[in-house]
């Protein structure tokens, strides 16, 4: 019960803060619009803010998918190693 209400307070204030940042941006390009016209120089046609998209869920790994993670990557820098010396010893 307690997650449900910190994941709805959470989203919430990122809603809100999103909502600031768009409102941000159109202040700051029409108080730049303005700065311009003021000097002289036609107002600068900004590109369109990117769109809001939602963030995936992140998926939960098992203790036993991380482990095999970390063996197949401690492998492939055993292997990349293995190739740097064969190839130094070659050199020599």
Not at 1 to 17: A, D, N, P, T
Request: glycine share 8%.
């Amino acid at each position: 019960m307690i997650e449900f209400f910190k994941r709805l307070l959470q989203s919430k204030y990122v809603g809100l803060l999103e909502g600031e940042v768009v409102r941000l941006r159109a202040e700051n390009r029409a108080l730049t619009n303005s700065l311009l016209g003021s000097a002289g120089f036609p107002p600068v046609d900004f590109p369109e803010a990117p769109k809001l998209q939602e963030l995936p869920r992140t998926r939960r790994r098992s203790w036993h998918q991380i482990q095999a993670w970390r063996e197949r990557g401690a492998r492939q820098e055993a292997a990349s190693a293995e190739r740097t010396e064969a190839v130094g010893s070659d050199r020599g």
